[in-house]
DNA sequence: GGGAACAGGTTGTCAGACAACTATACCACT
DNA sequence: AGTGGTATAGTTGTCTGACAACCTGTTCCC
């Protein structure tokens, strides 16, 4: 994460916008830059990133209001970033589960996905996602043991195996293919999100390539409606 | 629509971003900024929203490089494609159920994402994609009446209203934004794919631009489970 | 060949000034 | 007393200029 001010006041602004009820007047840009303790040009760069994801209503000579409540994370898939690096930026307080680490066993379909033999040997990680004490997202990522081992995952880690391997740089990655589907809940991810069986959920099934095109990461993501909003540009041949 | 300098250049800017290839580098910030005949703050406020939206990666000292923002797919979501073509593309044998054609006013919703006034006049074309007499799409385009009026609709229509814009060529279409969602069927959606209101499905929303950076269609789409696989790349920022 | 220093160029941030806009207060008129 | 017009104070929108921090490429020295 950069060290630069203005993702400190990026989130540090949108953690403010969103404890806020709708229609609030913020302070003023001068005074905000003040509090936040940065220029009013950096403030303004981030007044204008929220202002362009409906967090916040600019009038010259009026104010800055805060628009709507719902925390609803906003992006597109073009760029492989995990969800937890999609919610800073966001401002959208979001919560790790407890971790499920299990190693499992490669059955034909994880060995199909993965270009391994049945039966080989791998780490699976599983984890909520939560904000508001609410369960938002469910998270099963699934890995060559040779990628991740079991032990590896014990000191201090962060929850978000993407973001670790990431920052490892070893194997680098390169991009995801990642399957978008409308599904009703299994009761394994209805039990974990809290919900019922066969309540809609989006889910993304995305297989992470090295450099090397060897598939590094089975990922499988359950997102609840409501809480976020991904697309996709779409050009003319 | 604001006449403030910053919603010009955002809307040029975004032109120019969309125009160029993954990993081009725009010029410099002070370069663009007098190309573009504003400040470079205002420049720079642009910027980050792009940024925020994934369209472009900043480096300090090294410069802004345009992110890979085409998802190249194996069905047909990178380019823009009507659903006709995706379906066969995907092996199946399609349909196109009778068109219902209305002329509507905009409400509130539709005035906004075709950035038109509400009340204004509209054409509003609705189809169903069968396969095997089985129901698998539900359509639902709504344009302006200057871009298809309800009269054009007559003569020899196939049933895309993408492939017939993109035939005529006239407004010349760019690009679409498309929102991807997981919904339950509602009661309209619901008749016509023969499912159960609440049943699960694949919804896109997309607003059609033309180079002209004009929304020209606003179009949903709804897809039953297990009749289509989209699929979006995402690279490594 | 490798490392360090330097130059040139880029983005990131800051400070200050002024334009354009809005809400409120005040005054004059009916 | 009520209404309309004007002035003022305060706000966002934009511009300008300067400098910090970073990056890349080149040159020089060991």
Request: cysteine-free; proline content about 4%; charged content about 25%.
């Amino acid at each position: 994460m950069s060290h630069f001010p203005f993702r400190r006041v990026q989130s540090e602004l949108a953690e403010m916008i969103n404890s806020l009820p709708a229609e609030t007047r913020l302070p003023s840009e001068p005074t905000l830059a003040k509090q936040l303790g940065v220029s009013r040009a950096t403030l303004r760069e981030a007044m204008r990133s929220f202002e362009g994801q409906g967090m916040i209503r600019r009038r010259q000579g009026v104010g800055t209001f805060v628009v709507a409540k719902v925390p609803v994370l906003d992006t597109g898939l073009e760029a492989l970033e995990s969800i937890e690096t999609i919610a800073q930026r966001s401002g959208l307080t979001v919560r790790m589960g407890e971790l499920q680490v299990q190693q499992v066993a490669a059955d034909e379909g994880l060995a199909a996905v993965l270009n391994l033999k049945v039966g080989a040997d791998l780490t699976r990680v599983a984890r909520i996602i939560f904000t508001d004490h609410r369960p938002i997202a469910y998270l099963v990522d699934t890995l060559p043991m040779d990628i991740l081992a079991v032990d590896e995952l014990q000191s201090g880690f962060t929850g978000s195996v993407l973001d670790l391997l990431l920052r490892r740089g070893d194997p680098k990655l390169i991009q995801s293919r990642t399957e978008i589907k409308a599904i009703g809940a299994t009761s394994e991810v209805a039990r974990a999100l809290q919900i019922q069986r066969e309540d809609v959920l989006l889910q993304f099934a995305a297989q992470l390539y090295s450099e090397d095109s060897r598939v590094v990461d089975y990922s499988i993501s359950y997102f609840l409606p409501g809480y976020f909003r991904f697309h996709v540009v779409r050009r003319v041949g």
